[in-house]
């Protein structure tokens, strides 16, 4: 949650492949990185607990944040990977 006053999203995939190759770029340039990840078709948890599955398949994202500070560099090497 306080992600968004101190850091960046600068990619959001939901290939796992493409979030570690942009995790080992932003790594080799020495750049730290937070990840979080979510199922979107998980609203809360009250109407899961209410209603339960229906047979909805979970679909993660992940979401890769920087400090605000080396954010343009990180927009910048995840923009060159593609």
Excluded at 11 to 40: E, H, M, W
């Amino acid at each position: 949650m306080l992600e968004h006053f101190f850091k960046s999203l600068v990619a959001t995939v939901s290939n796992p492949y493409q979030c570690n190759r942009i995790t080992d770029a932003l790594a080799a340039a020495g750049i730290k990185f937070y990840c979080k990840s979510k199922d979107v078709n998980r609203h809360n948890t009250i109407d899961q607990a209410r209603f339960g599955t229906l047979g909805i398949k979970p679909q993660y994202v992940t979401e890769v944040f920087v400090d605000k500070e080396n954010a343009d560099m990180a927009l910048h090497i995840i923009h060159t990977l593609s």
